[in-house]
T-cell receptor
Framework: DAGVIQSPRHEVTEMGQEVTLRCKPISGHDYLFWYRQTMMRGLELLIYFNNNVPIDDSGMPEDRFSAKMPNASFSTLKIQPSEPRDSAVYFC????????????????FGEGSRLTVL | GQNIDQPTEMTATEGAIVQINCTYQTSGFNGLFWYQQHAGEAPTFLSYNVLDGLEEKGRFSSFLSRSKGYSYLLLKELQMKDSASYLCAVGSNYQLIWGAGTKLIIKP
């Protein structure tokens, strides 16, 4: 398997623009997670899906952020309008089970999308 | 509240042994995880402990004491490629609570 695939790897945009990040999880994984990582706040869970259904979006910062998973092989994270404080690395991860449920629930991360908002 | 503490940075010498500690306070416990993250790359899974004791995997070992809310990651025979951040994470209510990570610097 190719692993979790994210695009774009790098995005530089101006404040106010719309940003769309994309993710293809590992085939057969029922869980998909969107994380944000910054030096100040570390890894933060934004939202996760189970079988394409959003389960917990309590980590989504505000209404400017939205995420969808129209099918088992594709998810998007959208920021509209973007702000400089959104600059971070956004990781998508997938797993076959939740942490500690009948096993490790190991997360497989994509290579991340580094977003810079000017 | 939920809290995970680990040192911000550690330095060790190639060929030596280093122990990275992690203490936690969480409302639930589904296991403790260690992930490795090289600079500019994604985190990758290293180990999982759900019962007390030591789990050994090659040069890496991970220890857990649930009663003390304590874990450590032990790296032996350090190599330059072990220079990375090591993230401690606790499964709580089946979600991962992440520590800020320990940046490990290996010197020749």
């Amino acid at each position: 398997d190719a692993g979790v695939i994210q695009s774009p790897r790098h995005e530089v945009t101006e404040m106010g623009q719309e940003v769309t990040l994309r993710c293809k999880p590992i085939s057969g994984h029922d869980y998909l997670f969107w994380y944000r990582q910054t030096m100040m706040r570390g890894l933060e869970l934004l939202i996760y899906f189970n079988n394409n259904v959003p389960i917990d979006d309590s980590g989504m910062p505000e209404d400017r952020f939205s995420a969808k998973m129209p099918n088992a092989s594709f998810s998007t994270l959208k920021i509209q309008p973007s702000e400089p404080r959104d600059s971070a690395v956004y990781f998508c991860a997938s797993s076959s089970r939740l942490a500690g449920v009948g096993g490790t629930g190991e997360l497989f991360f994509g290579e991340g999308s580094r977003l810079t908002v000017l | 509240g939920q809290n995970i503490d680990q040192p911000t940075e550690m330095t060790a010498t190639e060929g030596a042994i280093v122990q990275i500690n992690c203490t936690y306070q969480t409302s639930g416990f589904n296991g403790l995880f260690w992930y490795q993250q090289h600079a500019g790359e994604a985190p990758t899974f290293l180990s999982y402990n759900v019962l007390d004791g030591l789990e050994e995997k090659g040069r890496f070992s991970s220890f857990l004491s649930r009663s003390k809310g304590y874990s450590y990651l032990l790296l032996k025979e350090l190599q330059m490629k072990d220079s990375a951040s090591y993230l401690c994470a606790v499964g709580s209510n089946y979600q991962l609570i992440w520590g800020a990570g320990t940046k490990l610097i290996i010197k020749p």
